[in-house]
């Protein structure tokens, strides 16, 4: 089999044990980051499993991970925590740059069928901005970004977008790559009709 394969079928397995660990716990969560990208149709992808948490649920968040075998580890950055199922890294995160409130990504997000079971997944918007945000001039990738925005441009609210991250020279760039590579919405376009993807592993 395939490595990149292999690691993300256990990628996808993970995902399955979380999200009906935090069901369980009436955890209010969603999936986010490149997982969330995939979920929505996007390519398929190696990285670690992002979940935003709203941080009033935090502590039981955790606690229904560690209860099912995950180990916690609390990094210095002091906006996630980290949990290792394994081998696959799940990063629950509680502050999201460029919102104030997490509860505005977790409103967002629309419940879709993901590795068999029924996962509030984040809006494209919400997956990007904060991506966007985290450039600067020594972290400068726009590889992933590039790559679900050019998959899932018209599940993409290209105006809410810009208004979110244009404070950064670096998101500008981003927009800039994407007109010139006519891979994006014409802008003034209205916002696309969401087809609703479905993923099942």
């Not at 009436?26 to 996007?42: D, I, K, Q």
């Not at 879709?112 to 901005?129: C, G, N, Q, Y």
């Not at 998101?171 to 790559?177: E, P, Q, T, V, Y």
């Amino acid at each position: 089999m395939d490595l990149n394969a292999a690691e993300f079928k256990r990628i996808v397995e993970s995902l399955r044990r979380a999200a009906a660990a935090l069901r369980e716990a009436e955890v209010r969560y969603c999936l986010s980051g490149s997982v969330a990208s995939w979920a929505r149709g996007g390519p398929e992808t190696v990285n670690d499993v992002d979940l935003i948490v709203d941080p009033a649920d935090l502590d039981r968040a955790v606690a229904a991970l560690e209860g099912c075998g995950m180990r916690p580890e609390v990094p210095p950055e002091g906006w996630l925590v980290k949990l290792w199922d394994g081998e696959v890294l799940l990063d629950l995160i509680h502050t999201v740059t460029g919102y104030d409130d997490v509860g505005e990504i977790l409103e967002r997000a629309e419940v879709m069928r993901v590795a068999s079971l029924d996962v509030p997944v984040a809006s494209m918007e919400d997956v990007l901005t904060p991506k966007l945000l985290a450039f600067d001039e020594h972290y400068l990738d726009y590889t992933g970004a590039l790559r679900a925005a050019r998959a899932l441009r018209e599940q993409i609210d290209w105006e809410l977008l810009r208004a979110k991250t244009c404070q950064s020279p670096y998101a500008r760039g981003f927009f800039s790559l994407l007109e010139r590579s006519r891979s994006s919405l014409p802008t003034g376009v209205p916002r696309a009709e969401r087809p609703r993807a479905r993923r099942s592993a």
